[in-house]
């Protein structure tokens, strides 16, 4: 179980300001969030919310001081700052501001927001702002017995809803459906979401039962409890989940995946855990000095490590803009119009609030699609990108070939059914939510209950 302590909530509602100021639109009335814990494990979070704060709110709160944190670290420019806002806009897709309001949850943003304040701009130390901006951002206070919407209102961690669908095996209620506080589910129970499964276990999306997460000298094979850590290299297999430190000695021994694994960064902010090969294997880590921008890197420590942290300064990134092997830099992060490459397609080396066109070479960045603006059957180019969901859609017929960008939804935003499920942000996993049908060919967004 989640070691959470309860809030003290006073009357009145107050915002919390970051230095960048919100959208010139209003986006803060439509929020979605997953409540799918995959980190699990004990970690005590200190009670430092002091006002009652909706997650419309902390959405809001959230995106300011992530692009604040972008901004600092050389990869956000002042004129796309709303463009960054939007794209990192948490959504709502149950009803959690009503049941934040009930005193059934509260929201410890806080502790998310001076973790951001303080978090590298290498994601080295993603794992440990993600923990209390994600994994631990709830405050619950619903006792077994007590009626709740989703697992982050119970004190177990799990919201236990109705049975299967009219008999159909295997068919489990989503967030946001009405249920009861319970007990977390058993080592293979069928389950939805790792919450369910309490702080030892995980919900394996191959099986859809609870299975143990292991735990520290076990066994284990990419991932351990939380806070440990499954070594990339060990000195003898299996691999077995051990305690990380941070290596602080230059050319010590490291693990490159470590601080999006753990809380714990493998090396001091100045440096990085250099991936280190025989042949064409990754065998090892060891802690370099970061490389200075206009300066040779490597791209072989990017590619397969790149998410988990950069060995280029602050406000660059190792790419080739020719394409040529052994003409890698520390290029700085291209700015609206500059020069980028793109990374698989799903990132690139533009800054925040544009993606790269690679039309030529090198490519061009440019700003995200607005808001009813063409898109060629690409959420990723529309501002309004949501995880795993459409939002570049013919927003006219079923079907259609006509597509623009569409503002994502929350919960009981007016939409149409049949065209704009996709633009219903998501209660837990993609999917989770539709334009439930209010009649005369008008609907609001749901999820998806039984």
Known sequence: MRTTLLVSMVVGVVGCGHGIPGPTDDMAGDMSVSDDMSVSGDMTIPDDAQHLVTYTMFAMDYAKEICAHYMKCGQLDVGQTDACIERNLKHLGWDEDVEIMKGRVSVNELQCLDALKNARCDNSDSAAWQSRCVTFLHQPHQPNGATCLAGVECTSGLCKHGGSDGGAAGVMQVTGCAGTCAPTLALGDQCRLSSDCGSTAYCDPGTGVCTHTPALNEVCAGFCQFGLLCPSFPAA??????????????????????????????????????????????VGGKCKMKVAADTACDPKNDGAYAFAESQCADGTTCHSLTGVAGSETCHAFGALDGDCVSFGGTTSSCKQGLWCDTTTTPGKCKAFVVNGGSCPNSSARCGSSLPGQATCIDDTSAGGTTYTCQPAKNFGAACKPGIEDSLCAASDNAGSTYCAPTGGGTGTCAPKCF
């Open 237 to 282: 297999l299996p691999a077995h989940c051990i305690v990380p430190t941070m290596q602080t000695m230059l050319d010590g021994d490291c693990d490159p995946i470590q601080g999006v694994t753990t809380p714990t960064p493998p090396c001091p902010a100045a440096m990085y855990c250099q991936v280190q090969y025989s042949g064409a294997t990754a």
